[in-house]
């Protein structure tokens, strides 16, 4: 007989998921909506995707379907997110995945989540400007912030859209318009440059990349990235060519994939990885671990900028600590206002978007 009640059990709970409407609610059911599985009853975090369909954004989701700090999954895209959500379901791990599709689902996809990660945007297309680029991500950007204003104003919010040094003033415009405006819980994702820096030094160094560890500070384009390698963790020395090589190298990434595509994208694999790196470093800081320090473009006072990006203990609340720059070498300090001078053009653009 205990036999038979298990796999009736198990039939109602399937049948419970597939058509939630059919599952028995009285007062002696032991399958009520909070026990049944498929309903999402892993212990963990709810983290909403948006632009789950893109580059980025299907090789993240497949990413962050693995991570067991994740218990339910949102997948938002304009266009084809309900295959990536079938697909990506069908996976046997502990986090239950929810597709919405279009801006009318757009808040259900937010409400109730803790952290939200962005990387919809478009690519830049031939014969596009960045100017075309920059008026269409911007768009984008604005329009999921007010949704997250709305819906989710307590979550965790994780930009990836580019340009990274321009969409998160235009973030924070459109929060502090909303009144929900918390700098620390708005990060600007920098993590594929220091995943670059640690494989590239490593590379030089002769050491495995997973040991390594360089601050990375400034913006996330071009000469705004700037890697401290006098700070290198494990201390080494690095002669001029080799801080000059690394530093062009590093910030040129980006470039050098797109050119290895020949036409077929841009840096989507890496930039995922770099994307759930960073975002289980919030997780685990959400959960209350201590010591997590990662860098990222946030609201900052460490220059006379607005925005920076330096190294930030992460935690419940998001960035609760930024740290200084620390002690530059005269190549860094050069290059410091080399990058200050570009951000400060690329912030403004930001914050003009949204009151122009």
């Known amino acids: ?41 892993a212990p963990g975090f709810k983290v909403a995707i948006l632009g789950a369909a893109g580059g980025i954004g299907q090789p993240l989701a497949m990413l962050m379907k693995i991570n067991p700090l994740v218990s339910v999954l949102h997948l938002y895209d304009v266009v084809n997110s309900p295959g990536v959500t079938a697909d990506i379901s069908h996976m046997d791990t502990g986090a239950v995945v929810r597709g919405f599709l279009g801006q009318p689902q757009l808040e259900s996809a937010l409400t109730g989540m803790d952290l939200v990660i962005i990387p919809a945007g478009v690519p830049r297309k031939p014969g596009m400007t960045r100017d075309d680029l920059f008026n269409i991500n911007a768009g984008i950007v604005k329009t999921l912030c007010e949704g997250i204003a709305k819906c989710c104003p307590n979550a965790i919010v994780n930009l990836i859209s580019n340009p990274v040094n321009s969409t998160v003033p235009i973030a924070a415009e459109v929060f502090k318009k909303s009144g929900t405006y918390d700098p620390k819980r708005l990060l600007g994702v920098t993590m594929l440059d220091v995943v670059r820096a640690n494989t590239f030094v490593a590379e030089v160094l002769g050491l495995d990349p997973r040991e390594v560890d360089v601050p990375v500070v400034g913006g996330h384009s071009g000469v705004t990235i700037l890697p401290l390698l006098s700070q290198v963790k494990p201390p080494c020395t690095l002669t001029k060519e080799e801080s000059e090589y690394l530093t062009n190298r590093i910030q040129n990434g980006g470039t050098e994939v797109v050119e290895a595509k020949a036409g077929a994208g841009s840096a989507t694999l890496s930039m995922a990885y770099a994307a759930v790196k960073f975002a289980d470093a919030c997780l685990r800081g959400l959960r209350g671990d201590a010591g997590v320090v990662e860098c990222a473009f946030v609201a900052s006072q460490v220059t006379e900028l607005p925005f920076f990006a330096t190294k930030v203990r992460l935690g419940r609340t998001g960035a609760e600590e930024i740290y ?18 570009e951000l400060a053009g690329s912030i403004q653009k930001g914050i003009s978007f949204i009151w122009k």
């Open 1 to 41: 007989m205990e036999a038979s009640a298990e796999v009736n059990q198990r039939i109602a709970r399937i049948t419970a998921h597939l058509h939630p409407s059919n599952l028995q609610m009285e007062e002696n059911s032991s399958l009520r909506a909070a026990n049944c599985r498929a309903k999402g009853g």
């Open 324 to 341: 200084q720059l620390g002690p530059l070498n005269e190549y860094e300090r050069v290059g410091l206002e080399k990058a200050k001078k």
